[in-house]
């Protein structure tokens, strides 16, 4: 193998590399967006939690109101009652019952302030939250919008990248072009190590010298005899 097509296999894994990394940054994307949008959907039902409370102690009230509203109907219908009882124990039976029916309702009246509260102190806490959410969703959309952008921009950085392999590749013998993906495809990572002080990046083993003498006489790619991976060796 000549210097060139040396250069030209260097330039090459130099190009795969980039083309490994925009893929995996693409990959990761999806699962970013992902995790975007569901942050965007808690944020969203916290608040509509919030919202039910509110609707929650306004049912609450409102079954309170008629709860009243049958009381003072036993009342009047009691009263009515008073005035045609004959006995003194039943004239007393109905006051007794009448005297619960108002005890009952002044419980409720007391409820309803308190719920009447929670209500004014929610429906604050709601006026705070919503400003929040309305903020939080706004910038989670962003981020979203911005990761929608950033695939745009590497999906085109891949493209570019693909035609420069493919341009390069015209360059490269067949035959050495076919090792070379058959290297990549059995090594995954880095097809040319760099040789430094003896030794092969790709596997950390150390040259054998008689190896190690013909890379220094040579700017040809050796192949280092425990990964198989091209060697390169720069004079420093
Ligand atoms: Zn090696």
Redesign the pocket.
Same mark, same amino acid.
């Given at each position: 193998m000549d210097s060139i097509t040396a250069q030209n296999l260097l330039k090459l894994q130099e190009i795969d590399l980039k083309i490994e990394e925009v893929k995996s940054k693409i990959e990761k994307i999806p699962a970013e967006i992902k995790r975007l949008q569901e942050e965007k959907q808690k944020v969203i039902d916290e608040f509509e939690e919030t919202l039910r409370q509110k609707k929650q102690l306004e049912l609450a009230k409102k079954e309170k109101e008629l709860d009243i509203q049958t009381l003072q109907e036993r009342i009047r219908k009691i009263e009515d009652k008073l005035n045609t009882v004959r006995s003194n124990d039943e004239y007393k039976a109905f006051l007794r019952e009448k005297a619960q029916a108002e005890e009952s309702i002044i419980h409720l009246e007391d409820e309803i302030l308190q719920i009447m509260q929670q209500i004014e102190d929610l429906q604050e806490k709601i006026k705070v939250l919503e400003k929040e959410k309305e903020e939080k969703v706004k910038e989670i959309e962003n981020q979203i919008n911005q990761k929608n952008e950033e695939i745009k921009n590497l999906e085109e950085q891949l493209k570019q990248l693909q035609e420069k392999r493919e341009e390069l590749t015209k360059q490269i013998k067949p035959q050495d072009l076919s090792q070379y993906e058959t290297i990549k495809k059995k090594v995954k990572t880095k097809v040319i190590?760099i040789v430094d002080d003896q030794v =092969?990046?790709? =596997?950390?083993?150390v040259?054998p010298p008689k190896i190690f003498t013909e890379l220094l006489k040579s700017n040809q790619l050796l192949r =280092?005899?425990? =990964?198989?991976?091209y060697?390169f060796y720069e004079s420093k």
């Amino acid at each position: 193998m000549d210097s060139i097509t040396a250069q030209n296999l260097l330039k090459l894994q130099e190009i795969d590399l980039k083309i490994e990394e925009v893929k995996s940054k693409i990959e990761k994307i999806p699962a970013e967006i992902k995790r975007l949008q569901e942050e965007k959907q808690k944020v969203i039902d916290e608040f509509e939690e919030t919202l039910r409370q509110k609707k929650q102690l306004e049912l609450a009230k409102k079954e309170k109101e008629l709860d009243i509203q049958t009381l003072q109907e036993r009342i009047r219908k009691i009263e009515d009652k008073l005035n045609t009882v004959r006995s003194n124990d039943e004239y007393k039976a109905f006051l007794r019952e009448k005297a619960q029916a108002e005890e009952s309702i002044i419980h409720l009246e007391d409820e309803i302030l308190q719920i009447m509260q929670q209500i004014e102190d929610l429906q604050e806490k709601i006026k705070v939250l919503e400003k929040e959410k309305e903020e939080k969703v706004k910038e989670i959309e962003n981020q979203i919008n911005q990761k929608n952008e950033e695939i745009k921009n590497l999906e085109e950085q891949l493209k570019q990248l693909q035609e420069k392999r493919e341009e390069l590749t015209k360059q490269i013998k067949p035959q050495d072009l076919s090792q070379y993906e058959t290297i990549k495809k059995k090594v995954k990572t880095k097809v040319i190590a760099i040789v430094d002080d003896q030794v =092969c990046t790709g =596997c950390y083993m150390v040259i054998p010298p008689k190896i190690f003498t013909e890379l220094l006489k040579s700017n040809q790619l050796l192949r =280092c005899p425990n =990964c198989g991976r091209y060697l390169f060796y720069e004079s420093k």
